[in-house]
């Protein structure tokens, strides 16, 4: 990842000039501020570009073409006079930004005007099909196959934007050092598409919401497939029909892929969820797209009780400490998961059941005999999944007391996550109305200053670092004129989340909108511009301080690594005050009370901090100690969000996430974790970083996790004898072994230790293949 450095100059003033002028009004001509200030932005990006080598050039958009408008190229030159073989050595139409995907254009030359026309596709992408339709739903025609069937070459489809290319100089024929991008979008019957969010409910089921959208008469949820060579291909399927902005399909099985094989999954193509708004005019573009592979990471299918002594045999323990801690998951793609057991710990109760008791295989020496038992009810976290527990042996006198042991366990074990998610959004007003918006914001916001000292940016391309420049200044608006590839939504979002993500010194942000006909980001933050400043400072300082204090020269790489995350274990707390007042907004906003228990601020200063604040400061002491580091989003246990880190030792990626490393029973569990481990617990989403660049940070081996190198791990058969030993000498233990370890296999090298140690009873758990014993329960 490039990592760039702002110090006090022109660049730093051009970005505070930016905050007064992008959304002034044009009456009577720019006065000689606004003059200034306008050269200024336009050198700030200028300064930026020069940092990247970029391969296109952008021209501006082009809005709203018909469905069956032909794209023009007037020409200087005669095709039949060159060397093309191909109109595509000319020209050409992709479905993505990263111009992977030809649209599938025909094209028509008239020799005569020397005009190039580029045609839509023979056959549209993001098509309806009429599949499980019926004459209630728009656009269904009992003759068709499709819906509002336009006919060949006649319809761009229902795509949110595409990308013309141009490779020549239209003048002399001659090839472009770099070819030109013209992003274009259709006119829609319904001029909207729908902005599709997506969150996993209590029972595990994917709930996807969307905004409402003016002129929608109903909305499709549908699958469109995609694959690596062709990008998006034939019509979609409704897999549901619906007049509300939200769909919960009926059950996690349509989700299922285990059953392919994950090299047969990349050949074929790909499943892709999306909603699109419909009339009976015709629909609007599909919305952003969600891949089946990733949804079934994240939806649960079943308890795995093959990873469980039994079904029977886990909720049925003899004594109160034999409790399970957590229940294995089998996920829709297949992969096993370690997720905790709620216990209704309110609703535990002693029963007497009449049990049937025999020795011989016959049963003829069968009796009935009175069994007293206490139940406790559960539900394993994130799933729709539920059981009861059943404690065999306990005493009348004590039982509740011994309970409450179990619930001080879950609770210590409980893994923590929550950060807010900001959201950028396009605003659906008048150009005069968002106007007058932004120029309100403006003056709200007031314009930013130039700090006393610049901030290092994280970004992987000109438009990253440009955002990010401008929102570490606080600015309320940021002008896009120099950046035409900014009217590609995607890619601009894609840009928008990196600079917020991987910049911890951008304080506040809480949402951002595009307006002002895709020329400015009005972006709205949490707190005043300076107060802002005075926390950078603040952070800034005691960044400084911190690595001085516990960083030295002669420290490798990977002590500098085990240093930072050692400091934060120690001296910060998780704000689970934060969490469930974040939760309560759905992580889009928290009360000012909370706000920087979201930011580095919290946990350097605070003391105090949720997932994201932890992973911001993380970052910084990083990169202060000269380390390369990330901050990576997702979920924990596929349903919280979450975030952590990733930093590079000696030139490889290795995952830390320190808010969870620092628990009381099980610590750094998730230290130096391949990808292949991690993905039990932590689920990547693809926020953090430029889509293009996600392959880049992988996280492949194990060799520094830290009971590898603290000689802390043992193999199931050779783990046994240094359990005891720790436990005679401290009274607990912790050791690793399999990420994989079962409930039978933790039982039986429990129960090992138990003899050799000399007792009936050790209390413990696991997760993740990390073993924790105790003789103090």
């Given at each position: 990842m490039k990592r760039k450095h702002y110090r006090a100059g022109i660049s730093l003033l051009a970005a505070a000039a930016l905050a007064f002028t992008a959304c002034q009004g044009t009456e009577g001509g720019p006065d000689s501020r606004e003059e200034e200030a306008s050269a200024a932005a336009q050198e700030l990006a200028r300064s930026i570009r020069q940092k990247y080598d970029e391969q296109y050039d952008y021209t501006d958009p082009v809005p709203g073409i018909a469905r069956d408008e032909k794209l023009t190229l007037q020409l200087g030159f005669d095709i039949y006079d060159t060397?093309?073989?191909?109109?595509?050595?000319?020209?050409?139409?992709?479905?993505?930004?990263?111009?992977?995907?030809p649209a599938g254009s025909h094209f028509e030359w008239d020799a005569e005007t020397k005009e190039l026309s580029v045609t839509p596709p023979r056959w549209e992408a993001g098509g309806i099909s009429a599949a499980g339709l019926d004459e209630s739903d728009p656009g269904y025609d009992p003759a068709q196959d499709s819906l509002f069937d336009k006919g060949e070459l006649k319809d761009w489809g229902n795509l949110p934007r595409y990308y013309m290319v141009r490779y020549v100089d239209t003048e002399t024929g001659e090839t472009l050092d770099k070819p030109v991008v013209t992003v274009f979008t259709v006119d829609h019957e319904v001029s909207r598409a729908p902005e599709m969010s997506m969150e996993i409910n209590e029972e595990g089921l994917p709930v996807f919401h969307w905004n409402e959208v003016p002129g929608a008469e109903k909305y499709y949820v549908m699958t469109v497939n995609w694959s690596e060579e062709n990008g998006y291909s034939g019509n979609g399927f409704v897999m549901g029909s619906t007049e509300e902005t939200e769909w919960i399909p009926d059950s996690a099985a349509r989700f299922v892929i285990d059953s392919v094989?994950?090299?047969?999954?990349?050949?074929?193509y790909e499943t892709c969820y999306c909603v699109i708004a419909v009339s009976e005019d015709g629909t609007s573009a599909i919305s952003n797209v969600f891949d089946v592979k990733d949804i079934a990471r994240m939806v649960p299918y079943a308890e795995e009780t093959a990873m469980s002594i039994s079904k029977e045999g886990s909720d049925y323990v003899e004594s109160f400490e034999a409790m399970p801690a957590y229940k294995w998951v089998r996920m829709c793609d297949g992969t096993l998961v370690q997720k905790i057991i709620n216990y209704d710990f309110e609703s535990a109760e002693p029963v007497t059941e009449t049990w049937a008791e025999y020795e011989k295989e016959d049963m003829s020496d069968l009796q009935l005999v009175e069994m007293n038992l206490v139940k406790v009810p559960y539900s394993i976290d994130g799933t729709g999944f539920t059981g009861v527990a059943v404690i065999e042996k306990y005493d009348p006198d004590t039982w509740e007391d011994e309970l409450e042991k179990i619930r001080n366990r879950q609770e210590k074990l409980r893994t923590k996550g929550g950060t807010r998610i900001p959201v950028l959004t396009q605003e659906d007003t008048a150009e005069e109305e968002t106007q007058q918006e932004a120029d309100s914001v403006n003056e709200n916001g007031g314009a930013v200053t130039e700090p006393e000292q610049g901030y290092e940016v994280t970004a992987n391309s000109a438009l990253s670092e440009y955002l990010a420049v401008n929102m570490m200044n606080a600015s309320p608006v940021i002008s896009l004129a120099d950046f035409p590839e900014s009217s590609d939504q995607s890619y601009l979002q894609d840009a928008w989340e990196e600079a917020v993500y991987q910049n911890p010194m951008i304080l506040g942000v809480t949402n951002a909108s595009i307006c002002g006909n895709g020329k400015m980001l009005a972006v709205t933050y949490d707190t005043e511009a300076d107060a802002i400043r005075e926390k950078q400072e603040e952070i800034a300082a005691e960044t400084e301080r911190v690595v001085s204090e516990i960083i030295t020269d002669d420290m490798s790489e990977l002590e500098k690594e085990m240093a930072i995350n050692q400091y934060l274990c120690d001296t910060a707390e998780y704000d689970t005050a934060a969490l469930e007042n974040a939760g309560e907004n759905d992580f889009e906003d928290v009360d000012d009370e909370f706000n920087d228990s979201f930011t580095p601020y919290g946990v350097l200063l605070n003391k105090a901090g949720v997932c994201s604040s932890y992973a911001g400061a993380f970052k910084l002491l990083a990169e202060e100690a000269g380390l390369e580091c990330i901050v990576v989003t997702g979920y924990l246990d596929g349903e919280l969000p979450h975030a952590w880190n990733k930093v590079k030792i000696d030139g490889e990626w290795q995952i830390v996430d320190s808010t969870n490393n620092d628990s009381e029973l099980i610590f750094n569990a998730l230290l130096n974790l391949p990808d292949t481990a991690a993905d039990k617990?932590?689920?990547?989403?693809?926020?953090?970083?430029?889509?293009?660049?996600?392959?880049s940070y992988q996280a492949n081996t194990d060799e520094k996790e830290y009971y590898h190198i603290n000689n802390r791990f043992y193999e199931q058969d050779q783990i046994t004898a240094p359990l005891t030993e720790e436990l005679r000498e401290e009274g607990t233990a912790l050791l690793r072994t399999d990420y994989t370890l079962s409930d039978e296999q933790f039982m039986t090298i429990a129960q090992q230790a138990a003899d050799r140690y000399g007792t009936d009873e050790l209390g413990g758990c696991y997760w993740m293949g990390v073993i924790y014993l105790t003789d103090e329960y």
């Open positions: 060397d093309f073989t191909e109109y595509t050595q000319i020209v050409n139409v992709y479905q993505d930004a990263e111009l992977k995907h094989s994950e090299n047969d999954r990349q050949e074929v617990v932590l689920v990547e989403d693809e926020r953090y970083v430029l889509d293009s660049k996600l392959d």
